[in-house]
């Protein structure tokens, strides 16, 4: 399905099984796919069968790669239905483990501004950007919700700009303002019978609908494919022919984080790493009646993982852990 198809078009329940099948097809991305179903099931209203999916990736014996955002989107579920008590004891633990996925911050922030928990929702997204924008001499565009988010809930407490709401206005791209779009008084103004303001405001309605449509339409990263070193060494075995691409291990590292660095340096926005594995790889090789061992294939696969939501963004957030693995800061290993 589009991101831009038409929400009466949508049959919510319909594409929430065909990404559970789907799923079942690819496990290596059931944490993606099942997270898309249990929004649709949210968006069909119904919201238990969400709850429940959020459930099964909660309790998979595979790990997860992002936990926090899937027990974020459940409490916001839960509090949508009644589970008021619950919802609010799962934000509690997503806000003391200070996940480092601006995403997780985002979704239990806003569920708790839409219950009218301003205070705490200002909170929540302060602690999020104190946690991703110290330091930090452009936000990477994940953190742009949060200062977003936190300019909005800022205005309607009434409250003073700081430098993170003057940083937001200068990110946000919309030809109305974010003072504008986030004025506390709109909503008087949808009662109005004044023809000036309800044009003022499907002007400001429109303008919100191109920065959704923006986001949406964001193509999935340039993304450039890492083989763990178990991965390489089985791919090797198999396909000695490959050993023109990755002379060893440590060279490959090298060579992805300069890659990197030198499509950022030509401009080249929204970056990311996907992993590969050595059975999805082959599959994909099978499903284009192509020898693993053509290189041309390699790019290809990667391109497919990206746009399979599998890449990560790079370079990592400041404080995370690297993306080779190692189990070190970023900055301390392929970062320094």
């Given at each position: ?7 009466e ?35 069909s209203?119904?919201r ?22 899937v ?14 008590a619950?919802a ?30 301003l ?18 001499s ?97 791919l ?41 594995t ?19 294939l ?29 189990g ?9």
């Amino acid at each position: 399905m589009r991101p831009d198809t038409p929400a009466e078009n949508v049959d919510h329940n319909a594409e929430a099984a065909r990404l559970e099948r789907t799923a079942g097809l690819y496990p290596e991305d059931a944490e993606h796919l099942l997270v898309q179903a249990a929004a649709h099931l949210e968006l069909s209203g119904d919201r238990p069968s969400a709850t429940a999916l959020y459930d099964r990736l909660l309790s998979s014996p595979e790990p997860l790669e992002n936990p926090h955002l899937v027990r974020a989107l459940k409490a916001a579920n839960l509090w949508e239905y009644g589970h008021e008590a619950e919802a609010r004891a799962i934000i509690d633990g997503v806000r003391a483990t200070s996940p480092r996925d601006p995403a997780a911050w985002v979704i239990v922030a806003e569920a708790l501004e839409s219950h009218d928990e301003l205070e705490a929702a200002h909170e929540t997204f302060t602690e999020g950007a104190r946690l991703f924008l110290a330091d930090v001499s452009e936000p990477p565009y994940a953190t742009h919700p949060l200062l977003f988010g936190r300019h909005r809930v800022r205005r309607m407490l009434g409250v003073a700009h700081d430098d993170w709401d003057m940083l937001a206005d200068t990110l946000h791209s919309s030809p109305v303002s974010l003072d504008e779009l986030h004025d506390p008084k709109r909503v008087w103004s949808l009662g109005s019978d004044n023809p000036t303001e309800l044009a003022a405001e499907i002007s400001r309605l429109r303008a919100e609908l191109g920065t959704f449509r923006e986001a949406l339409s964001r193509p999935f990263p340039v993304a450039v494919l890492h083989w763990p070193a178990d991965e390489l060494t089985e791919l090797l075995t198999a396909y000695p022919s490959l050993s023109s691409e990755y002379p060893s291990h440590e060279e490959h590292l090298a060579t992805i984080e300069a890659s990197l660095r030198e499509l950022s340096a030509s401009g080249t926005p929204n970056l990311g790493i996907v992993t590969g594995t050595v059975p999805s790889y082959e599959a994909f090789a099978a499903s284009e009646a192509t020898s693993p061992a053509d290189t041309n294939l390699l790019p290809q696969y990667a391109t497919t993982l990206a746009a399979r939501g599998r890449a990560v963004a790079w370079p990592p957030q400041r404080g995370a852990g690297c993306w080779c693995g190692s189990g070190n800061l970023y900055t301390e290993c392929h970062g320094s």
